[in-house]
């Protein structure tokens, strides 16, 4: 017997209708927003992702799948989709024939994680990316974005954290800075982040444990290490928040874990994740990503939410199927004439099932009855001859006799009457 890979889940039917259900709500909100969507390969190229997220990041240090193909060809299951929408934006050419391209994307992605609650090794993101324009609007456009596809989701409690990293060089200067102001503690730091202090010192400001965290606080209070034009960038982002009235906290210590970011970052956070996992979903600005990769200068922002941890803070939301019926064959002249009434009904787009076989009366309904279904149609011999059906309305037990030609009439009005 085969067990599935640690950090990986089955979705089974009972629990898919709540994916659908978020799929579904992020094709309508992602389209008020005018996002289109897309799907890129779940392979890439190994180096697409080390090139972007940084060489020093823990993604790519220690959670890459990697396929090797031989030496030279080295591919990887993506960690994260903003490199690899990114790539296809250069390969595609969307910026000659789209110019500033907004689009949405779902599906799975890979990290060789310490499997735990809210922690996968392969998890699914919903997310959007907005190419091709530099301006603090959409910079307020994406977080509305992201927060009213959490309302949407019905998930309530949560705090937008925001803060600036500044541009290239903001980021270089604070990392020297950062670095000066940590030489005499090292000792006192974690493990990983001496390892972090020439790799990637600004991951150091969000380390979850307490020294580091206590050090942190001390180091950075405000946001002197933003050059004019950033500071007004950031400026302008909170004040488009402030407009919407969309609550914010600014804190100067989240510097997400990637290299790609310059400028606005954010997290969506939410309690109820605990205290070490408690990111429902993040972004920001990667205003360098696309030249890095060999494109044009092009400024660009995403975020992205995990979808697990959207479906643990989600309220239980019933999601109602639409009403089944079911049909019965009583003798075996009756099973081809259930084959036929069943295929017609489907036609017509009613959602029907029927025993192959039959059967006693009595099986077949704990069958429908353990189906949900909300109307179960008898043909025995009798109804054969008579060109009827027995109808069984499942809520109230009432019986009819129905002619075939006014069968499907009647139970539009029946189905209908379920579903509310
Ligand atoms: P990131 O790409 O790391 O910024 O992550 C964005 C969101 O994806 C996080 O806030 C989580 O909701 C989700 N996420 C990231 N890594 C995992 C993981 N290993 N398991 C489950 N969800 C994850």
């Not at 099932?353 to 909300?374: F, H, P, T, V």
Request: aromatic fraction near 6%; include cysteine; proline fraction near 4%.
């Amino acid at each position: 017997m085969f067990n599935r890979v640690p950090g990986t889940k089955d979705i089974l039917p009972g629990q898919s209708e709540q994916w659908q259900n978020l799929e579904r709500i992020s094709d309508k909100t992602f389209s008020c927003f005018n996002y289109r969507h897309i799907r890129t390969p779940i392979i890439e190229h190994a180096a697409l992702f080390s090139r972007t997220l940084g060489e020093a990041t823990e993604i790519v240090q220690k959670q890459m799948f990697l396929i090797k193909k031989d030496d030279e060809d080295v591919y990887a299951l993506r960690p994260e989709a903003t490199a690899s929408i990114c790539r296809a934006f250069i390969e595609n050419n969307l910026d000659k024939t789209q110019g500033f391209v907004k689009v949405w994307y779902a599906g799975p992605m890979f990290r060789m994680e310490r499997p735990q609650k809210g922690r996968l090794r392969q998890f699914h993101h919903i997310g959007a990316e907005a190419i091709g324009s530099a301006s603090p609007e959409v910079d307020v456009e994406i977080i509305d974005l992201a927060r009213t596809l959490l309302d949407n989701f019905k998930i309530s409690g949560f705090t937008i954290v925001i803060n600036s990293l500044g541009c290239g060089q903001d980021r270089k200067a604070f990392s020297q800075k950062l670095r000066e102001r940590l030489k005499d503690k090292l000792g006192s730091l974690c493990e990983e982040c001496v390892a972090r202090y020439e790799r990637n010192v600004l991951r150091i400001l969000d380390c979850k444990n307490e020294r580091c965290s206590a050090i942190a606080e001390d180091l950075v209070r405000g946001h002197d290490h933003l050059c004019p034009d950033c500071s007004a960038h950031f400026n302008s982002v909170k004040r488009g928040l402030d407009s919407l009235a969309i609550p914010y906290q600014v804190s100067p210590r989240l510097v997400r874990g990637l290299d790609y970011y310059t400028r606005t970052v954010f997290e969506f956070k939410h309690s109820e994740l605990g205290s070490q996992q408690d990111a429902l979903g993040a972004g920001g600005r990667y205003d360098g990503l696309v030249q890095e990769l060999g494109g044009p200068q092009t400024p660009a922002i995403g975020f992205a939410f995990g979808v697990e941890r959207l479906l643990l803070c989600q309220e239980a939301a019933e999601i109602k199927p639409s009403p089944l019926v079911f049909c019965i064959p009583l003798g075996d002249a009756a099973v081809e004439a259930v084959r036929e009434l069943v295929h017609g009904l489907r036609g017509q787009g009613i959602r029907c099932d029927g025993s192959y076989e039959s059967r006693s009366l009595k099986g077949a309904m704990r069958r429908a009855n353990d189906l949900g279904a909300s109307t179960v149609l008898i043909l025995g011999d009798n109804e054969l001859a008579a060109g009827t059906v027995t109808l069984k309305d499942m809520a109230s037990g009432a019986q009819e006799n129905v002619s075939r030609k006014d069968l499907t009439a009647r139970l539009k009005v029946l189905l209908s009457e379920a579903q509310q």
